[in-house]
Structure formats: structure tokens, C-alpha cells
């Protein structure tokens, strides 16, 4: 079965860190691009970071950018979020994406999604 599980959401407080890993079973994620979205309530869901398959390029959005670092171990196939001097602006569901089968290596390419996890940060 294809699927992504992710994992390490929680509560913290402002100015703290999460770190969220996200498992892929059924596929190897070795030639997928990877990525990490996330949705407030009440907000359109927003791309965050993407990485290459080879891990060499990654991508972040203006608002979680020199704060998150993305990475993967593909031998692991699994893919993580740093999360550093979060805010409470950064709550929201996180969900990893993979873009399987897809030529494009961006948010809107992502082609499996996960449960997501939950990230609340408190002021």
C-alpha cells in the first residue's frame, strides 16, 4: 500500500522547536521530489519546503525561510522537517507530499499526501 505517515506534530511554545518526520511505504522515494505543506484553519493549504531526490536542492516558502530545513534519507525512505524559532503564525496541519510519477518538482506536483500532523505553537 502507498502511503505517507507523518510523525513529531505536538505543542510548543513560541520561540521552540518540532522536528517532523514523514515515513513512505509501498515506494521508494529515491526519484520522487519530496515536500512538506501545511493548512491553518480557515486557510488555504501552503507549500513550505521542497526537496530534489538527490537532497542537493531545496526550496522554502518566504515565511519559513532561514527557520525550517528540509532533508531526506532515502535508504530510510523517509523525510524530515527541522522546525526552529517557531511562532504562533506556524500552527497548522503539516502534511508531506510526494510527487510521484510527476516531471514537475514542486508543491503543486505532489501526486500522494499524507494524514498530517498537528504543530499548535502558543504565545
Known amino acids: 500500500q502507498v502511503q505517507l505517515v507523518e510523525s513529531g506534530g505536538g505543542s510548543v511554545q513560541a520561540g521552540g522547536s518540532l522536528r517532523l518526520s514523514c515515513l513512505a511505504s509501498g515506494f521508494a522515494i529515491s526519484r520522487t521530489c519530496m515536500s512538506w505543506s501545511r493548512q491553518a484553519p480557515g486557510k488555504e493549504r501552503e507549500g513550505v519546503a521542497v526537496?530534489?531526490?538527490?537532497?542537493?536542492?531545496?526550496t522554502y516558502a518566504g515565511s519559513v525561510k532561514g527557520r525550517f530545513t528540509i532533508s531526506r534519507d532515502n535508504a530510510k525512505n523517509m523525510v524530515y522537517l527541522e522546525m526552529n524559532s517557531l511562532t504562533p503564525e506556524d500552527t497548522a496541519m503539516y502534511y508531506c507530499a510526494a510527487a510521484r510519477g510527476s516531471l514537475g518538482c514542486s508543491y503543486t506536483d505532489a501526486t500522494i499526501w499524507g494524514q498530517g500532523t498537528q504543530v499548535t505553537v502558543s504565545s
Open positions: 526537496v530534489s531526490p538527490g537532497g542537493t536542492v531545496t
